[in-house]
């Protein structure tokens, strides 16, 4: 896999804040992080030690900028000043349609024809606004761009870049505890390569290099697997991601678990899922960046593996749903009921996510569904807020795409917007023209700059704005083609108004051999229906992770009954039972067997999403030809069901 450049676009606005803390006079704000809000550093007292190596790590900051600034070219002071003008010019049309964009959206504007044209003007001026900023980057990138092109000063940036992050105070601090975490940080700042794979990644969270390395450390003495290849990006990745640590989300009742989630163990979980072919086969591509947008979630280990098995079992259409923008975040759709909430009530035993599933939920329920179950099979994740809504934002092979609501440029998450995020996700793509955007990021925060922010309304600093322009170039470039948002329409609602292509799952005989045991015991597969014989939009036939076939009864749509015909060696009473799924409680399957005038009522348990028998209920037979008609009850919430099996009464 060819290596990919990036940069996000959040650490500028971290490093503005961890600027202030910096005593040398300059406001370093950089290009690098990940999606999450920077918290407030704590300050510790330094003791003689620390002292000491925070003016030692000031020296070298202080040093490097000195050096650095003298190696930038000169620039055209008039094209300089055209550039400038124009990218103020796009920020000011940005945040006017931003603004424009957030009154149409309004549920209580009072002219929504008047809102909408006002919209389209504020779109179309900014549209302008991109094309004059665009001719601007392109006459000045004729000047900066053969220094942008050139690594010589990558070293110098990189390492600057890192101290300023870190800040020389917060590097004393870890190291001042000991020996051991002294010589971290000396190996850190020691190591050009690692420090330059980590900035591309994103940057240690929070500016913690110090506990980034401690962590990454730890994993490595926990797994040899993870000095090289794919496990080194995910040990990087991890290690970056929870340098601030992770909040955990537990069951209410378990009020003794640990609060957040331990980054070794994070780490050795993904690693196993990936040995034991549990998660997505793109997960071995992806980068460290991207890793760190999977090992993020809130959920335990064993709820993230919980995940897995449930829809291994429950909906493994899902799983082989070749359309990627719908693969696994469609169980939101089929099994997230909307406004669930209201009818049924969370249970304190139960996980935060096994209950979302068993009760529904609106908005933001329906979206950290849709995340934690990407993420459980390794599909990187981006929280995306909309107008009073919650969505979500997931990686695919072509392109990151929005499940359950509106395009990109609607989106925002927390201080960075949908629209740039997707411009990084673009221009990264490019791995030779990728790296300007990176050295430009890093010269603005060497200068102190203040940073570029559409969301924020900040046109930044010439190297910031630098930075944008030639990522808008790269993707202009490139033609690149955004992937449209994909239920939409499903926000607020259980069923979609568009018609979905159903998967096709091929039944064979062999799937549907009905089997009549030596001792009488009549084993019917699920999928032998008699009635339908193909998949219906709501009874649908799929293979299974369990071998051969199994059948869901989709929880939405009209109700329909199905049934079953086949020989009974010898007439009498059996017992019948069937090998379930179920992620819901309270559910009931009627089985009448020939001419029964009423039927049989099968308690369907509630299984977690695991494979369980129902109790057995007695039905009679006759010899020869049988036919049992099953149908559920109404209020009934999706069942999978294996197989059924009768076995005479003595």
């Not at 934002?393 to 609501?405: A, C, I, M, R, Y």
């Amino acid at each position: 896999m060819q290596k990919k450049w990036i940069v996000s676009n959040v650490m500028k606005h971290r490093m503005q804040h961890l600027a202030r803390s910096i005593s040398l006079g300059i406001c370093i704000a950089l290009g690098v992080g990940s999606a999450s809000a920077a918290p407030k550093p704590e300050r510790s007292p330094l003791t003689a030690t620390g002292e000491k190596l925070q003016a030692q790590y000031r020296a070298t900051l202080t040093a490097l900028q000195a050096e650095i600034a003298k190696s930038l070219p000169n620039v055209n002071e008039q094209k300089k000043a055209a550039f400038l003008k124009a990218s103020a010019d796009e920020t000011k049309a940005a945040a006017a349609a931003a603004k424009a964009q957030s009154a149409a959206a309004a549920k209580n504007v009072k002219n929504k024809e008047e809102a909408g044209k006002a919209l389209k003007a504020a779109q179309a001026a900014l549209a302008q606004a991109q094309t004059n900023a665009l001719k601007a980057t392109t006459a000045l990138l004729a000047e900066v761009e053969p220094f942008l092109a050139s690594d010589r000063l990558d070293a110098k940036l990189i390492k600057c870049t890192v101290l300023a992050a870190a800040t020389p105070r917060g590097l004393a601090e870890f190291a001042q505890q000991g020996q051991e975490q002294e010589a971290l940080v000396e190996k850190l700042l020691a190591d050009d390569a690692l420090m330059k794979q980590m900035l591309i990644a994103g940057g240690a969270e929070g500016g913690k290099y110090g506990r980034a390395m401690e962590i990454c450390t730890a994993i490595q003495k926990a797994s040899p697997k993870a000095g090289e290849g794919l496990f080194q990006r995910l040990a990087l990745g991890t290690s970056l991601e929870h340098a601030v640590p992770v909040a955990q989300r537990n069951a209410a009742a378990k009020t003794n678990a640990p609060t957040i989630v331990d980054p070794v163990k994070r780490y050795l979980h993904y690693e196993k899922a990936c040995l034991d072919g549990e998660l997505d086969p793109a997960f071995k591509t992806l980068s460290v960046w991207e890793y760190r947008m999977v090992v993020n979630c809130d959920a335990p280990d064993q709820v993230l593996a919980w995940g897995r098995e449930m829809l291994r079992n429950y909906r493994p259409d899902h799983i082989h749903n070749p359309n990627y923008g719908w693969r696994y975040s469609a169980t939101v759709k089929t099994e997230v009921k909307y406004g669930g909430e209201k009818e049924y009530k969370d249970t304190d035993s139960l996980e935060f996510y096994q209950n979302i599933i068993k009760t529904g939920g609106v908005c933001g329920r329906r979206a950290f569904f849709g995340r934690f179950i990407l993420r459980s099979f390794g599909i990187p994740v981006w929280g995306v807020t909309q107008h009073a809504h919650a969505a979500l934002g997931h990686w695919t092979p072509k392109g990151w795409v929005v499940n359950l609501g509106a395009a990109w440029k609607w989106s925002w998450w927390r201080d960075r917007s949908g629209t740039d995020f997707l411009l990084e996700t673009q221009a990264r793509e490019h791995a030779q023209e990728y790296p300007q955007v990176l050295r430009a990021q890093w010269i603005s925060a060497v200068l102190g700059e203040q940073a570029y922010n559409d969301r924020l309304h900040v046109a930044g600093g010439f190297w910031s704005a630098v930075a944008h322009g030639r990522a808008q170039a790269i993707v202009a470039a490139a033609q690149a083609v955004e992937l449209g948002p994909l239920g939409q329409d499903l926000a607020e609602a259980n069923e979609s108004k568009k018609a979905e292509a159903m998967l096709k799952a091929e039944v064979t005989a062999a799937d549907n051999k009905i089997v009549v045991g030596q001792n009488g015991v009549i084993t019917i597969p699920a999928v032998a229906c008699s009635t339908p014989k193909d998949s219906t939009a709501k009874i649908v036939f799929m293979k299974s992770f369990a071998g051969g076939m199994q059948l869901h009864y989709n929880r939405l749509g009209n109700a329909e009954d199905f049934e079953y015909t086949f020989d009974a060696p010898q007439a009498g009473k059996y017992v019948l039972s069937a090998r379930v799924v179920t992620v819901n409680a309270d559910q009931h399957l009627l089985v009448a067997a020939n001419d029964a005038k009423e039927p049989v009522d099968i308690a369907v348990p509630y299984t977690l999403g695991m494979w369980q028998q129902t109790q057995p209920v007695e039905i009679s037979l006759v010899n020869g030809k049988n036919v049992l008609h099953f149908a559920l009850q109404d209020g009934s919430r999706g069942v999978t069901i294996k197989d059924f099996t009768l076995t005479p009464v003595k």
